[in-house]
C-alpha cells in the first residue's frame, strides 16, 4: 500500500473528489510552461474547493524564492514541488514541507536524491529537455536502497500498473498525473477512484 498524489489538478472539483475518494494530496502546477499550469487565483480556488481535505503541493520550477513564497501565502500551499535544478541549498529554508523531484537520468541521480535534506524525494522518469509531466515510466533498476520512508514514485503510473510498481519499490507514496487523465489537465473520475483504490490495497 502506498499513499497517493494526485497532481496537475486544474480544475476544483476534481480537486475535491480526489481527496473524497481517498487521494493524500492534490497538486497543482504553478510553472508556466506546464501542460497543467494554473493561475495562482485558480490555485487558490482549489485550495478553497479541498478545505483541508487533503494538503495542497504547489509545483514549481526553478522559481524565484521570493515568488514561491508569495504563492504560498496566497494560495495558500501546504506543501511546495521543487522540479527543476534546484540545489540542495535551494531546498531548505521553507515555512511548509518541501518535495523535491530528481528526474532519474541514471544510478548517480539516485544518488543524488540523497543529498535533498526534504520532507519527500520524487522520483520522475528522465526526459531530455522536459522537467516532468511525460508519462514515461522510471526505471525501477536505477532506484537504490533507502529513502522508502519519503520517497515519491512517479513516472507514467496508471491504475494497471501501479500495484506492480509499488510491490517493485515500496514508495511512500505515488504520483500521477497523464494517468488518470483524457487530456492534459482533464481528469478522469473513473481512472482516479481506480488508480486510488489499487495504490491502497497494493
Excluded at 34 to 42: A, C, G, H, L, M
Amino acid at each position: 500500500m502506498a499513499k497517493v498524489k494526485i497532481c496537475g489538478v486544474t480544475d476544483p472539483e476534481d480537486a475535491r473528489y480526489a481527496a473524497a475518494v481517498g487521494a493524500w494530496a492534490v497538486g497543482v502546477n504553478l510553472w508556466p510552461g506546464s501542460k497543467r499550469f494554473v493561475s495562482v487565483e485558480r490555485a487558490r480556488d482549489i485550495a478553497m474547493a479541498l478545505a483541508g481535505a487533503a494538503p495542497l503541493v504547489g509545483v514549481f520550477v526553478d522559481a524565484d524564492r521570493a515568488a514561491i513564497e508569495r504563492a504560498v501565502g496566497a494560495v495558500p500551499l501546504d506543501m511546495i514541488q521543487l522540479h527543476g535544478d534546484e540545489t540542495p541549498d535551494d531546498c531548505v529554508g521553507w515555512a511548509v514541507p518541501v518535495i523535491k523531484a530528481v528526474r532519474l537520468r541514471d544510478r548517480a541521480a539516485w544518488d543524488e536524491a540523497g543529498t535533498f535534506a526534504t520532507s519527500f524525494i520524487l522520483i520522475d522518469a528522465y526526459v531530455d529537455g522536459e522537467a516532468g509531466g511525460t508519462g514515461r515510466r522510471v526505471e525501477t533498476s536505477r532506484i537504490g536502497p533507502g529513502l522508502r520512508d519519503r520517497l515519491i514514485l512517479a513516472g507514467g503510473l496508471d491504475a494497471d500498473n501501479v500495484v506492480e510498481a509499488i510491490r517493485a519499490v515500496g514508495p511512500f507514496a505515488v504520483d500521477v498525473a497523464s494517468g488518470v487523465e483524457s487530456a492534459p489537465g482533464r481528469k478522469d473520475r473513473e481512472k482516479m477512484k481506480r488508480f486510488i483504490d489499487n495504490a491502497l490495497t497494493a
